[in-house]
């Protein structure tokens, strides 16, 4: 039979086969690529089963049964990838095109993968870089390369004195973390990644030379072994060891180069965590200095404070108070309570600037004026714009009195609650700090018999705006009222009652920074022994 297509000129390899499996017909380049290829042989015999089994599905049954041609079909041939298309002819013989799609399968292949390989790093950057824990993102580290890029793997953070923090996991496995107090550069490899500098290649590194606190329990003999750095923002953030079990594929050049682009990511985050975690040690050390204090009895005198900031989620801002103890006994301590202008952070700085220049001031704490007039000085000379209001409170105990000298610069008149449950206004004013070349001010002093107190406030409680209409400001008089009845409480439970009532007040409206500051004399008799933490306290 005459083929009715040129069989010798076709580019690619051409079979043509009867309904029984019988080979009728071949062309040249389908000889060269099967030699055993010869007419009247069973297709079987001389290709592979998957074209042969394929060849067997169509069934072909005599001329023009089949009209249409079928799907191809593809394997190996000889370590070369080959599709087979057939082609159904008039007297039902079918004509098998092979074409060579081995560099296509290549090519379909590693699009394949690197498909795979930046989903993974999608993934891996998102996983990542949801958390600032540098011990979070060490475990993710080790746990996503043991399940994506090797059997075990180990996240190493540069040392912390003799001892270097190791996170391990095994692939199917949960991370561990442990403390090695081991030399890293006797590891070949392993000292060079820590400092950051190009990894070396896995096949320049014997396997039988890791120690053994890099094996994981049960994982038995490496057979392969790569380490490389996990590069970090101007410093190195570690280094990433992946481990394979002996009889593995060795890793290849491509696989070490993706790792080191999984590296990177994880330094990044693990660079990032670490700077979090150095920031955040440093801001609460700040934080620390700049909170108010926790105040107590001090020589006989009831103290106690309050602060809320403006926003919930914040802990300082520009209101502030401080209760610097006499150095000697007898004299009167210094109280201080301000008000700086501005809410947040950059208020807090001024108000740090403020307490420590007044904490300088200390020695001068007998003479408010000049006090006030050297701070003045201070902010003008300073680069803040910003001004601040101030009280300031020298508080003595002389018998079962206390006496308070007050000098307020710019700042809302102290408010004294009497036994009678009457509340009075001191007669001090001044000019605020931090705006005007002079600071002049009025000192007056006031007696508090025991049970009484003056109260320092800023006007974060008394323009607190709420209410039942939610446009009304707490007030002057509203608070006179509400210390009317604090009359003979301690000191503790009045700043708690005034805040209690300004945060009623308010309900969830935004509002200043509110401090309170109480000074009071206490119901007492007679001076105790020193308990270590004041002198001379009273008692009952």
């Given amino acids: ?217 049960g994982f038995g003999p490496i057979g392969a072994l790569v380490i490389t750095p996990l590069p970090g923002h101007g410093v190195p953030a570690g280094a990433l060891v992946l481990l394979r079990k002996e009889g593995s594929a060795a890793f290849t050049e491509e696989e070490e180069v993706f790792a080191r682009l999984f590296a990177a990511r994880s330094g990044a985050a693990m660079s990032a965590a670490r700077l979090y975690a150095e920031q955040t040690a440093i801001t609460e050390a700040l934080m620390r200095e700049l909170l108010p204090p926790t105040l107590r009895q001090i020589s006989g005198v009831d103290y106690a404070g309050s602060y809320r900031p403006s926003a919930d989620h914040e802990r300082i801002g520009g209101d502030f108070y401080d209760v610097y103890p006499a150095t000697v006994e007898g004299e009167p301590s210094l109280v201080t309570l301000g008000d700086v202008c501005g809410k947040g952070l950059e208020a807090a700085v001024l108000t740090g600037k403020i307490r420590s220049t007044l904490h300088a001031l200390l020695p001068l704490a007998d003479d408010h004026q000049r006090m006030l007039t050297l701070l003045n000085t201070a902010l003008l000379t300073s680069h803040h714009a910003r001004f601040a209001t101030l009280v300031l409170a020298s508080a003595v105990r002389k018998g079962s009195d206390v006496h308070v000298r007050l000098t307020s610069a710019g700042h809302p008149q102290p408010l004294i609650i009497r036994a009678n449950c009457t509340v009075e206004e001191a007669d001090t004013r001044g000019t605020l700090v931090g705006a005007l070349p002079d600071v002049p001010a009025r000192t007056t002093t006031v007696t508090l018999a ?49 805040q209690m009532l300004a945060s009623q007040w308010l309900g969830n409206r935004r509002h200043d920074d509110m401090a309170v500051v109480a000074i009071s004399a206490p119901r007492t008799h007679h001076l105790s022994a020193v308990n270590g933490n004041t002198r001379g306290r009273y008692t009952a």
């Fill in 1 to 217: 039979m005459e083929p009715d297509f040129p069989w010798d000129r076709a580019p690619y390899p051409v079979l043509v086969a009867d309904a029984a499996g019988t080979l009728l017909q071949h062309n040249g380049a389908a000889q060269a690529l099967l030699p055993v290829a010869r007419p009247g042989r069973r297709l079987a015999d001389v290709v592979p089963a998957w074209l042969a089994a394929a060849h067997q599905a169509m069934r072909p049954a005599g001329p023009r049964a089949v009209q249409e041609s079928g799907a191809p079909v593809s394997g190996a041939i000889e370590a070369r990838r080959f599709e087979a298309y057939p082609s159904v002819r008039d007297d039902g013989t079918v004509a098998w095109w092979l074409v060579d799609d081995t560099e296509h399968q290549l090519a379909r292949e590693a699009l394949r993968t690197e498909r795979q390989r930046t989903a993974f790093l999608v993934k891996a950057s998102t996983i990542l870089l949801s958390s600032l824990n540098l011990g979070r993102c060490m475990d993710v580290t080790a746990q996503l390369a043991a399940e994506n890029l090797a059997d075990a793997a180990l996240a190493i953070a540069p040392a912390r004195g003799h001892r270097l923090p190791v996170v391990t996991c095994l692939r199917g496995g949960v991370p561990t973390t442990s403390q090695e107090a081991v030399d890293p550069d006797d590891v070949p490899g392993l000292g060079e990644a820590l400092r950051g500098f190009p990894p070396v290649p896995s096949r320049w590194i014997d396997p039988s030379v890791a120690p053994q606190w890099m094996i994981p329990d």
């Fill in 450 to 498: 025991p049970g009484e107190a003056c109260i320092l406030y800023t006007d974060g409680i008394t323009e607190a705006e709420g209410g039942p209409m939610g446009d009304a400001l707490f007030g002057e008089e509203r608070l006179k009222r509400a210390l009317a009845g604090c009359a003979g409480m301690p000191s503790e439970g009045i700043v708690e009652h005034v």
